[in-house]
């Protein structure tokens, strides 16, 4: 008999209070991340630039991503182990996909990027967004950065899902927390139509989640791979088709 996925069994008792609880922890852990990253490194002397200082912005987020998976291991540890898809079952096909999500990373990095026109920014316009004049330096901080956030957004699904929400309900929780803490770019010096074109991308991203985690066998991976291909689809259109670039190539 095929298992019933856990998102079918409501479980009995204050459900509510639990959700409340689990939605404001996962609330405080972006919120505070996001503030200790916009003025907690530079009241540090640390710059929050990612190509002029990857390696203590990807430290910090990696703190985070540990921290979080510490206080939520618990939730994690339950994650679909009676649903249709058992967590990591097939590790050698799971091992498969991870390798090759990052060796796909590390040919755009290597190969991609460099290919790229290079960027031009007026001066008028103050400093240029960090995604625009992206290196391969950038990346290792947001990657690291992509785990915590989704780190974060399964402890919320897996919460929901065990407490036994139909998918719909976990699916717009999940659309309202991706998208709210975007707006936080707005503290990044990007432009607002940037700023809103982030919050309505991570809005649709959180849409489909839950359904990628929750009823597919490596949703999981295939959920990063998603979050990291974004950024660099959008600053591949930069580059290419922004008003700002000029047509040399990079190295």
Partial sequence: MRPVPPTAVPLPGPWKRRQIRVLAWLAGFWLVSDLG??????????????????????????????????????????????????????????????????????????????????????????????????????????????????LLVL?????????????????????????????LLAFSGIPPRAVIMFILASTAFGLILPRLILQTRFGLGAAFALHWTFYAAVLTQARIFGPHVTQTIVG
């Fill in 37 to 150: 990253y916009y003025f907690g490194l530079p009241a540090l002397g640390i710059g929050t630039d990612y190509n002029g200082h990857p390696m203590p912005i990807a430290t910090y987020y990696l703190f985070w991503s540990g921290l979080a998976a510490i206080v939520f291991w618990p939730l994690y540890s339950r994650w679909n182990a009676a649903g249709a898809w058992p967590t990591l079952r097939n590790r050698i096909l799971a091992a498969i996909i991870w390798t090759t999500t990052f060796s796909a990373i590390l040919a755009f990095l290597h190969w991609g990027l460099p290919a790229l026109p290079q960027a031009s920014w007026p001066a008028e316009l103050g400093e240029p967004p960090d995604l625009l004049i992206a290196t391969s330096a950038y990346f290792f901080p947001k990657t690291v950065e992509i785990l915590f956030q989704q």
């Fill in 155 to 183: 402890a919320m699904i897996v919460s929901l899902s065990l407490d036994g929400l139909p998918l719909r309900t976990i699916s717009l929780f999940s659309a309202v927390l991706f998208g709210a803490m975007h707006i």
